[in-house]
């Protein structure tokens, strides 16, 4: 379980993210949730509007996703990112 896109909100725990879909997904992250950008590690607060993850975790009862592990990744090709498009 887990969830791809783009952060649209932030307010630690909760992340919500849209995906390609665009449905939005809530994201719980905790002390014991590892946040990667390429190799490192790096801290929550770390994270912005406009990111790119993929939410690696497990689903709870009020259907949020208890992250295990955060990537943050490149934003695709040809997508908009906050009010540019990427090239």
């Known amino acids: 379980h887990g969830a ?6 932030i307010e630690l725990p909760q992340i919500v993210v849209s995906g ?3 449905l939005e997904k809530t994201v719980l992250v905790n002390d014991s949730t590892k946040i990667r950008e390429f190799r490192d ?5 770390k994270l912005k509007v406009g990111d790119f993850i993929i939410v690696l975790g ?18 695709p ?6 009010s540019k498009l990427v090239q």
Request: hydrophobic letters at 30%.
């Open 58 to 75: 497990s689903p709870n009862d009020n259907g949020q996703v208890e992250a295990k592990l955060v990537r943050l990744m490149t934003p």
């Open 4 to 9: 791809v896109g783009q952060i649209v909100s």
């Open 41 to 45: 590690t790096v801290q929550a607060d």
């Open 77 to 82: 090709p040809g997508t908009k990112s906050k």
């Open 20 to 22: 390609p879909d665009n």
